[in-house]
């Protein structure tokens, strides 16, 4: 049964530090995986989605590595701003089964102080 | 915003009652899925539906039941509710195509409380 752990559950960082956040999966049998943002009481917003043929994708000041053989996968988030914060969530899409199969880790609430 | 809405926002029930919640897609998107997300978890797949098919469960019990229909809105039904059932429910579309595998576009999501 694959299982998504996300490390730390909580961080908090002053503006315009440089950080990292883990999610690592224990079936490396994935077909992607998708880091997601979600605000307070709010539904999802897609960031970055990394194919499990690739090893990492950018989008502006975010950067996503996928190490599959390992099962773990990084979201580095650069010069953070106060608008980061968020709850960051880390899903992977089961190797052959439905599109809509994501398995979800408990997510990151990221805090950043101005 | 990503052109997924749901209704209610917000919604109040008593155990054992019945609950409809509704999910509106993206134009042109032929696949919708549910998740339920209870408070401090991630979100857990419940059944996804595509051309109005259901296409694939998670493990929730039959009193979770949906529907797709040809405009490709669609909707959550939970009987006989439990207290647990009280969590966010997100709805995601998205369209599957010969490339695979799409990115699912959530909707904002029904704040569903049981008492």
């Known amino acids: 049964k694959q299982e998504v752990t996300q490390i730390p559950a909580a961080l908090s960082v002053p503006e315009g530090e440089n950080l990292v956040l883990n999610c690592s999966f224990t079936?490396?049998?994935?077909?992607?995986l998708q880091w997601f943002r979600q605000d307070p009481g709010k539904g999802l917003t897609s960031l970055l989605l990394?194919?499990?043929?690739?090893r990492e994708q950018t989008s502006g000041r975010l950067n996503a590595s996928l190490d599959k053989s390992s099962g773990r996968s990084t979201l580095y988030i650069a010069a953070s701003q106060p608008g980061d914060s968020a709850t960051y969530l880390c899903a992977v899409s089961r190797y052959g089964g439905s599109q809509g199969n994501l398995i979800f880790g408990k997510g990151t609430k990221l805090s950043v102080k101005p | 915003e990503t052109g997924v809405t749901q209704s209610p926002t917000h919604l109040i029930k008593t155990r054992g009652q019945q609950v409809t919640l509704r999910c509106s897609s993206q134009s042109g998107h032929n696949t919708v899925s549910w998740y339920q997300q209870a408070l401090g978890q991630g979100p857990q797949f419940i059944f996804q539906?595509?051309?109005?098919?259901?296409?694939g469960r998670g493990n929730f019990p039959p009193r979770f039941s949906g529907l797709q229909f040809p405009n490709y809105s669609s909707e959550l039904n939970v009987n006989a509710l439990e207290l647990d059932d009280s969590a966010l429910y997100l709805c995601?579309?998205?369209?599957?195509?010969?490339?695979?595998?799409?990115?699912?576009?959530f909707g904002p999501g029904t704040r569903l409380l049981v008492l």
């Open positions: 990394i194919q499990s043929s690739q």
């Open positions: 079936d490396s049998a994935i077909y992607n």
């Open positions: 539906y595509y051309r109005e098919e259901e296409n």
């Open positions: 995601a579309s998205s369209q599957v195509s010969l490339r695979g595998r799409e990115t699912q576009y």
